[in-house]
């Protein structure tokens, strides 16, 4: 720890200065250029997979890499970064992404951010769950409160001049085919495909939003209450038994892998688990947590942690 000038410091280097090759758990590094596994931190990094947070100018740092500036590519869980090329799987709130697949949030000027693209602007294509979005080109699969999207088949919502927003759309303006739209239901059975603001749903998959008491919310669950499964970009949540996929804001998730951010009391939430309160396991960059029992890989500020191996640290 503390080093200057190192070559190589492979396994937990931590507050190193031009640092050529820190693989493993490497943070608050400066100038490093290939520091894979756990990199936080870190400043001007090359190549920065599995967990790297808090990163400027890096070129890739794939698998949860948050509040990064200036990323190329930073695949799975990027958050907060800004100038990111490629930021598949669970990006949010950045600036200028070229390509930000599945759970991308807050984006500005994303090229491609398909699978549960929210608050973006200038989006080119931003499938399956693309939400108040302005000037996207093909937005398909629940896409709401966009504005002059081409086409935004699959619950499109609140759209402004959408050519052909296909099946589920609502409360849009100049629509030219809109078929098959469930709105604003109350103790539906099976509401399937883009249910909105409804009360007492049973089964509500695909881009559901608003719900209270959905057992089965799968694909794009935003701001329900009492959801059993919200599978894939669940945000907003309470007492969600399974939102795998990009789980935000959640409370008592029983199963929120990939991505799961701010929640309490989620039973296994790995990959990227941030600020969450008595997780059973989060595997893979858990930060800020309380209680873990098993926080494997990039373990952070944690409280209570029974094993937490691969760089544990505060």
Known sequence: MGLTGVYNGSNSVMGLTGVY??????????GVYNGSNSVMGLTGVYKGSNSVMGLTGVYNGSNSVMGLTGVYKGSNSVMGLTGV????NSVMGLTGVYNGSNSVMGLTGVYNGYNSVMGLTGVYNGS??????????????????????????????G??????GCNSVMGLTGVYNGSNS?????????????????????????????LTGVYN???????????????????????????????????GVYNGYNSVMGLTGVYNGSNSVMGLTGVYKGSNSVMGLTGVYKGSNSVMVLTGVYKGSNSVMG
Do not use: C, F
């Open 128 to 157: 399956n769950s693309v939400m108040g979005l302005t000037g996207v080109y093909n937005g398909s699969n629940s896409v709401m409160g966009l504005t002059g999207v081409y086409k935004g088949s699959n619950s499109v919502m």
């Open 159 to 164: 759209l402004t001049g959408v050519y052909k």
């Open 21 to 30: 090759n820190g693989s493993n758990s490497v943070m608050g590094l400066t």
């Open 85 to 88: 090329y490629n930021g598949s």
């Open 182 to 210: 469930v709105m604003g239901l109350t103790g539906v059975y099976n509401g399937s495909n883009s249910v909105m603001g409804l009360t007492g749903v049973y089964n509500g998959y695909n881009s559901v939003m608003g």
């Open 217 to 251: 919310g799968s694909n794009s669950v935003m701001g329900l209450t009492g959801v059993y499964n919200g599978s894939n970009s669940v945000m907003g949540l309470t007492g969600v038994y399974n939102g795998s996929n990009s789980v935000m804001g959640l409370t």
